[in-house]
């Protein structure tokens, strides 16, 4: 396996430099997707795909770059996210035939799990994050795309521009008959909200308008779907103003 380090960057240079420290020694590409421009950066190559392209398309150029390049494999990196020691190599030992995605445990600042991989209905088109760590590797219905190994050749749906683009990728592995993976000793630091807050309109809208995309065109799906960023706007206790983000993230894709 060549494995290169694949870093989307919308903002927050100093959390870029943490996430650079964290992988130091890896072969890294990161993808410059600021208003102003990054420039060069010492122990990272940079390529620069504009302003506010959105996830997905700067992981695919990411992506893209690392193939041509000659790696074999991309570790897919949140700017906000430091793998812990030793993370890398315990995702890239479970790599083998019929796998097409391995990632960790995510943990918040405090060290509580946020994520041990997502549990995702079909039927009703609920989306959860697990948080009950396993003692095993683990098939799971999807991971997060904050820490994530992949095939360099695979790409994102770049129709989801901040949301569920992860959910979808690990849906399409599925249905090719390829396995998506947790590693439960691996873990990697997540701060989540660096580049869009997650209690705020605009991500609101995009992880309802992905929400949408992912589940189709299904009356009753999309409606439910509405019902669950609804409820959890409640369940948060606002903003208000988050309520204009989910009438935005259904105009999205309507």
């Given at each position: 396996m060549r494995l290169c380090v694949v870093i989307p960057h919308r903002r927050r240079r100093d959390l870029l430099g943490r996430a650079l420290a964290a992988v130091e020694g890896w072969p890294v590409v990161v993808v410059d997707d600021t208003d102003e421009g990054l420039g060069a950066l010492p122990g990272a190559a940079v390529v620069r795909l504009g302003g506010g392209q959105g996830f997905a398309k700067a992981a695919n150029r990411g992506l893209a770059a690392a193939q041509a390049a000659g790696f074999t494999h991309a570790l897919l990196l949140n700017d906000d996210a430091a793998p812990a020691s030793g993370c890398v190599e315990a995702l890239q030992a479970a790599w083998?035939?019929?796998?097409?995605?391995?990632?960790?445990?995510?943990?918040?600042?405090?060290?509580?799990?946020?994520?041990?991989?997502?549990?995702?209905?079909?039927?009703?088109?609920?989306?959860?994050?697990?948080?009950?760590?396993?003692?095993?590797?683990?098939?799971v219905d999807a991971l997060s795309g904050a820490c994530l190994l992949l095939d360099?050749?695979?790409?994102?749906?770049?129709?989801?521009r901040h949301g569920m683009e992860d959910v979808a990728l690990c849906r399409d592995l599925d249905e090719q008959g390829l396995s998506v993976l947790l590693v439960p000793w691996a873990r990697c630091a997540h701060l989540g909200g660096a580049t869009v807050s997650r209690r705020g309109r605009a991500a609101t809208r995009h992880a309802l308008a992905g929400?949408?995309?992912?589940?189709?065109?299904?009356?009753?799906?999309?409606?439910?779907?509405?019902?669950?960023?609804?409820?959890?706007?409640?369940?948060?206790?606002?903003?208000?103003?988050?309520?204009?983000?989910?009438?935005?993230?259904?105009?999205?894709?309507?």
């Amino acid at each position: 396996m060549r494995l290169c380090v694949v870093i989307p960057h919308r903002r927050r240079r100093d959390l870029l430099g943490r996430a650079l420290a964290a992988v130091e020694g890896w072969p890294v590409v990161v993808v410059d997707d600021t208003d102003e421009g990054l420039g060069a950066l010492p122990g990272a190559a940079v390529v620069r795909l504009g302003g506010g392209q959105g996830f997905a398309k700067a992981a695919n150029r990411g992506l893209a770059a690392a193939q041509a390049a000659g790696f074999t494999h991309a570790l897919l990196l949140n700017d906000d996210a430091a793998p812990a020691s030793g993370c890398v190599e315990a995702l890239q030992a479970a790599w083998g035939p019929n796998v097409g995605a391995v990632g960790p445990v995510l943990v918040d600042p405090s060290g509580r799990v946020e994520s041990a991989g997502m549990r995702f209905s079909a039927r009703t088109g609920r989306l959860r994050q697990r948080t009950s760590v396993p003692d095993d590797v683990t098939p799971v219905d999807a991971l997060s795309g904050a820490c994530l190994l992949l095939d360099s050749g695979v790409r994102f749906h770049e129709g989801f521009r901040h949301g569920m683009e992860d959910v979808a990728l690990c849906r399409d592995l599925d249905e090719q008959g390829l396995s998506v993976l947790l590693v439960p000793w691996a873990r990697c630091a997540h701060l989540g909200g660096a580049t869009v807050s997650r209690r705020g309109r605009a991500a609101t809208r995009h992880a309802l308008a992905g929400h949408l995309r992912l589940v189709g065109d299904a009356p009753l799906k999309r409606g439910l779907v509405v019902g669950y960023a609804l409820a959890q706007i409640l369940r948060e206790g606002g903003p208000v103003e988050r309520l204009a983000g989910v009438w935005e993230g259904w105009r999205d894709v309507s």
